[in-house]
Each structure stands twice: as structure tokens, then as C-alpha cells.
């Protein structure tokens, strides 16, 4: 369950109390802002989508990006998901916590070859897919399985060039002709038979990603549609012999507004319910003897996550009313990067009559943009509030702007704190600065 209020006004998550973990944590002053994630709930949301498949051949490849923590990997790992990385590092940190290499597909438009060798060579027989994303790669993956004396299983990821405008941020849409990602589709037959004729290549899937935080599930089945009927079309023709899965990429999007009082929308659908209907998709194009793999990152962590900060300091001038908090645009750029938003909450907030009033909640870093956007919360100040649904694409894209450090983490299992990270200490980064340049 994502975080929730408790009938004393304690925000919990995982079954935690937010305002005693905090105060369990050493250093008040340094120890936010502070990610902290739900296990067991990322666990079960692989497990829900593990079911939808009803027994099918299938492999949930979990999207590394949105969370690479090491705690955040072996759960998803645990549930008998594999992953989806896109780059060497991302494989590695894969691998080392137990994913084994045949549950891995690599995507990414640029690998170096250096990665592409470690793609090929790692286990017994090299990972699931490299996953080509163009005429040209395919001469270099050959390349480099020439070289590491492996014949490279190779996926190939096709751009399905939909027309995408107003279905997902722009930044965050792949699968339309505009875009660096994928073969395009015309291209996707001569792509198959320049790694149908390599010996040093052996052609074991089909992929398309059509991009990220769909709230519907049209564009992708819109996607897996094209990359279905490429598929069968070419088998049609007595092509993809040794073709075992056809991957229809993730992108399955969730809700970040919540509930809003007195307004009804149509509900984000669950991961489950993409998988289901991409699974009609396959089954009407008869395919059905194809493994099913899908690619979901942010639906697993999103919700499980929230980033808890301190209030350092309260603003009242010209009007606004500014809640200035130590987590800033480094720490989760998702708003100043596609206008995002995330819900701010207190993490104690007493049951009272009071309204809550309009807050304009806001980091410390030196940028307008560094900006959480307006939210309603209680007239006193809180000391604490958590940024909720930003258990992906939090850690993974933070940085050390403005000589800020890298945030905590928190890891919560069984209804208690399991483990958690320290802040990187500001002296490394002062020590690694000046340091830069000095002879
Ligand atoms: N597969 C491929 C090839 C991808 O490029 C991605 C995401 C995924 C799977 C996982 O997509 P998901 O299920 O998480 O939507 N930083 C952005 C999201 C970037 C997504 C990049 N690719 C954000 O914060 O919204």
C-alpha cells in the first residue's frame, strides 16, 4: 500500500510511522532529505503482475532505471523478475544482486562496445537479448561476438512511429518516427536478415517500447499491434526460426494525483490490466507461442517511495506563502524536468477542523525551477513533509547540484526499518572539487 495517513494523524509507510523513523534517524540536521521505500509492497506489485500472465511464457524485465538500490533489486529479483538495464553499470549492479544474466535484456541506442562485450560474455552463454536499436548496431553486436568468440542472442527493438502528441510528456515518448530509438518499422525486414544471415548472431526476440507513464492503455497495445503484426508478417514468410518472445517494453503509467474531493476520473489502470490487454493483443495476432516479456519500472517502485524532507524555512511576502524545504531539484528533478507533480504531505498532521491553506513548497537549490508546486497543507508550518510517489526516477536521476549531497536512503520490510544509506558525506564532494584540475 502506498503512504498513508493513520487515525492519529502519523504518516506510514510499510507499516512504519514516518515521524518515528525520522526521529530514529542519527543526525536530524543531515539526515534528510531521506528516500524511503516499501519492499514488500514493490515485491507484491511483481507478483499482481506476475498473475496477470496466468501461467504463461513470460518475463517481467524490470526497468533498472527507475531504482537501481540494491535492497529495491534483490526483492523484485526475489519475486523472479529479471531486468532491464541500459548500460554496463546498471548490468552490473544487476547481476551482483542475483538477477541471473538469462532474465536480462540490455536496450539502450549507444552502447559502447565495451558493454556490448560484457553483454555477450557474462554467464555461461551471455544475457537474454542485446537489444539492437539499428540497421548500423547490428554490424558492431556482430562485431564484438566475432571478437569474444560468442554467439550473441540479439533482440530486435522496433519503433512502431505512432503518433504520440498529448499521450505522455513529450521528453518521455520513444515509439514515434521523430525519435532516436529503434529500427524504424519499414527497416525492421532487412534489419532481420542481416542477423538471420550472421553465424555470430542468433535472432531470439522482437521489441518495441512505445514510452513512459501511459494512464491508458491504447498506446501500448496501439504498439505491441505493430510490433505484432511485423512479427507475423515476417513468419508468414518463413523468417524468425529461432525467435522465442516477442517485448513489448514498459511504460505502464501511475496515478500521482490521488484522489481529489468531489472529482471523478477514470482510473489509471493497473499494471495488470496492460498486461492483459497486450496479451489479447498477441493472442489475435497468434503469436501465443511466443514468451510474453514486458519492461515495467516506475509501476513497481513509483508509489512505493516517497522522499522525506525538512522544513528549513517558512517565506510570507507579497502574499505567497513559501515552504522552503532541504530537498531540492537534485534530489528529485521529475518536476523541474517534465512539470511533474508529485503530492507534498505532512508527516504528522493532528486531526483538526482547520482548512488547510495553499503553500508553495520549494528546495534550496538556485534555480526557479526548483519548485514542488502549490499544495494545500495545515496553516502551521510542518517540520516535516514527504514528496510521495518517488520511489522511481528519484535516486536514480539525483545529482550533486549546487555542491548538494547525494540523498539517504530507507529500506522497510516487514513492518520495520531493514536498512538504510547516509547521506554521501559533504567532504567527499569538497574534497573531489578541489581536487579537480590540481596537477
Ligand atoms: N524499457 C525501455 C527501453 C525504456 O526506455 C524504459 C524507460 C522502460 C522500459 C521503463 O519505462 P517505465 O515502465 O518506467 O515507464 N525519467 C522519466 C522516465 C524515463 C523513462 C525512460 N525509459 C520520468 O521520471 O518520468
Same mark, same amino acid.
Given at each position: 500500500?502506498?503512504?498513508?495517513?493513520?487515525?492519529?494523524?502519523?504518516?506510514?509507510?510499510?507499516?512504519?510511522?514516518?515521524?518515528?523513523?525520522?526521529?530514529?534517524?542519527?543526525?536530524?540536521?543531515?539526515?534528510?532529505?531521506?528516500?524511503?521505500?516499501?519492499?514488500?509492497?514493490?515485491?507484491?506489485?511483481?507478483?499482481?503482475?506476475?498473475?496477470?500472465?496466468?501461467?504463461?511464457?513470460?518475463?517481467?524485465?524490470?526497468?533498472?532505471?527507475?531504482?537501481?538500490?540494491?535492497?529495491?533489486?534483490?526483492?523484485?529479483?526475489?519475486?523472479?523478475?529479471?531486468?532491464?538495464?541500459?548500460?554496463?553499470?546498471?548490468?552490473?549492479?544487476?547481476?551482483?544482486?542475483?538477477?541471473?544474466?538469462?532474465?536480462?535484456?540490455?536496450?539502450?541506442?549507444?552502447?559502447?562496445?565495451?558493454?556490448?562485450?560484457?553483454?555477450?560474455?557474462?554467464?555461461?552463454?551471455?544475457?537474454?537479448?542485446?537489444?539492437?536499436?539499428?540497421?548500423?548496431?547490428?554490424?558492431?553486436?556482430?562485431?564484438?561476438? #566475432?571478437?569474444?568468440?560468442? =554467439? !550473441?542472442?540479439?533482440?530486435?527493438?522496433?519503433? %512502431?512511429? /505512432?503518433? &504520440?502528441? *498529448?499521450?505522455?510528456?513529450?521528453?518521455?515518448?520513444?515509439?514515434?518516427?521523430?525519435?532516436?530509438?529503434?529500427?524504424? #518499422?519499414?527497416?525492421?525486414? =532487412? !534489419?532481420?536478415?542481416?542477423?538471420?544471415?550472421? %553465424?555470430? /548472431?542468433? &535472432?531470439? *526476440?522482437?521489441?518495441?517500447?512505445?514510452?513512459?507513464?501511459?494512464?491508458?492503455?491504447?498506446?501500448?497495445?496501439?504498439?505491441?499491434?505493430?510490433?505484432?503484426?511485423?512479427?507475423?508478417?515476417?513468419?508468414?514468410?518463413?523468417? /524468425?526460426?529461432?525467435?522465442?518472445?516477442?517485448?513489448?517494453?514498459?511504460?505502464?503509467?501511475?496515478?500521482?494525483?490521488?484522489?481529489?474531493?468531489?472529482?471523478?476520473?477514470?482510473?489509471?489502470?493497473?499494471?495488470?490490466?496492460?498486461?492483459?490487454?497486450?496479451?489479447?493483443?498477441?493472442?489475435?495476432?497468434?503469436?501465443?507461442?511466443?514468451?510474453?516479456?514486458?519492461?515495467?519500472?516506475?509501476?513497481?517502485?513509483?508509489?512505493?517511495?516517497?522522499?522525506?524532507?525538512?522544513?528549513?524555512?517558512?517565506?510570507?511576502?507579497?502574499?505567497?506563502?513559501?515552504?522552503?524545504?532541504?530537498?531540492?531539484?537534485?534530489?528529485?528533478?521529475?518536476?523541474?524536468?517534465?512539470?511533474?507533480?508529485?503530492?507534498?504531505?505532512?508527516?504528522?498532521?493532528?486531526?483538526?477542523?482547520?482548512?488547510?491553506?495553499?503553500?508553495?513548497?520549494?528546495?534550496?537549490?538556485?534555480?526557479?525551477?526548483?519548485?514542488?508546486?502549490?499544495?494545500?497543507?495545515?496553516?502551521?508550518?510542518?517540520?516535516?513533509?514527504?514528496?510521495?510517489?518517488?520511489?522511481?526516477?528519484?535516486?536514480?536521476?539525483?545529482?550533486?547540484?549546487?555542491?548538494?549531497?547525494?540523498?539517504?536512503?530507507?529500506?522497510?520490510?516487514?513492518?520495520?526499518?531493514?536498512?538504510?544509506?547516509?547521506?554521501?558525506?559533504?567532504?567527499?564532494?569538497?574534497?573531489?572539487?578541489?581536487?579537480?584540475?590540481?596537477?
Amino acid at each position: 500500500m502506498p503512504a498513508s495517513r493513520d487515525s492519529n494523524g502519523l504518516l506510514r509507510l510499510g507499516g512504519v510511522s514516518l515521524p518515528e523513523l525520522v526521529r530514529s534517524l542519527p543526525a536530524a540536521q543531515s539526515a534528510t532529505p531521506a528516500y524511503v521505500y516499501d519492499l514488500d509492497a514493490m515485491a507484491g506489485e511483481v507478483r499482481a503482475l506476475r498473475g496477470a500472465f496466468d501461467g504463461s511464457p513470460h518475463l517481467v524485465a524490470y526497468a533498472m532505471k527507475a531504482n537501481t538500490a540494491g535492497a529495491v533489486v534483490r526483492a523484485i529479483a526475489a519475486q523472479g523478475a529479471g531486468a532491464d538495464v541500459v548500460s554496463g553499470a546498471e548490468l552490473l549492479v544487476a547481476l551482483r544482486c542475483g538477477v541471473p544474466p538469462e532474465r536480462i535484456v540490455y536496450n539502450g541506442v549507444a552502447k559502447t562496445d565495451a558493454e556490448i562485450d560484457q553483454a555477450v560474455s557474462c554467464g555461461p552463454s551471455g544475457i537474454a537479448a542485446v537489444q539492437i536499436e539499428s540497421v548500423e548496431e547490428i554490424a558492431r553486436v556482430e562485431a564484438r561476438a #566475432r571478437a569474444t568468440g560468442r =554467439r !550473441a542472442r540479439v533482440g530486435l527493438r522496433v519503433n %512502431p512511429s /505512432l503518433d &504520440l502528441d *498529448g499521450a505522455t510528456h513529450a521528453h518521455i515518448a520513444t515509439g514515434h518516427d521523430r525519435a532516436k530509438f529503434g529500427v524504424p #518499422r519499414d527497416d525492421a525486414a =532487412r !534489419a532481420v536478415d542481416l542477423c538471420e544471415s550472421s %553465424p555470430h /548472431l542468433e &535472432l531470439v *526476440g522482437m521489441g518495441a517500447h512505445v514510452g513512459s507513464h501511459f494512464t491508458s492503455t491504447g498506446p501500448y497495445v496501439e504498439s505491441a499491434d505493430v510490433l505484432f503484426g511485423i512479427v507475423g508478417a515476417l513468419r508468414a514468410a518463413g523468417r /524468425l526460426r529461432s525467435m522465442t518472445f516477442v517485448d513489448t517494453g514498459g511504460g505502464f503509467g501511475v496515478d500521482y494525483v490521488g484522489p481529489v474531493p468531489g472529482e471523478t476520473r477514470a482510473p489509471v489502470p493497473a499494471p495488470s490490466d496492460f498486461v492483459r490487454a497486450v496479451r489479447a493483443a498477441q493472442g489475435r495476432a497468434r503469436l501465443d507461442d511466443l514468451a510474453l516479456y514486458v519492461e515495467p519500472g516506475r509501476s513497481i517502485v513509483a508509489a512505493h517511495g516517497i522522499l522525506v524532507s525538512r522544513v528549513t524555512q517558512v517565506k510570507v511576502a507579497d502574499g505567497a506563502r513559501w515552504l522552503m524545504i532541504d530537498a531540492g531539484m537534485n534530489d528529485l528533478i521529475r518536476p523541474a524536468l517534465y512539470g511533474a507533480r508529485h503530492r507534498v504531505v505532512p508527516l504528522y498532521a493532528p486531526p483538526s477542523d482547520e482548512p488547510w491553506i495553499p503553500w508553495r513548497v520549494v528546495g534550496p537549490v538556485c534555480e526557479s525551477s526548483d519548485d514542488f508546486g502549490e499544495h494545500p497543507l495545515p496553516r502551521a508550518a510542518p517540520d516535516y513533509v514527504a514528496i510521495l510517489d518517488a520511489g522511481a526516477y528519484g535516486y536514480t536521476m539525483a545529482s550533486v547540484y549546487n555542491g548538494r549531497q547525494l540523498p539517504a536512503e530507507v529500506f522497510v520490510s516487514g513492518g520495520r526499518v531493514s536498512a538504510r544509506t547516509e547521506r554521501t558525506p559533504v567532504e567527499e564532494w569538497v574534497a573531489e572539487r578541489v581536487g579537480a584540475g590540481a596537477g
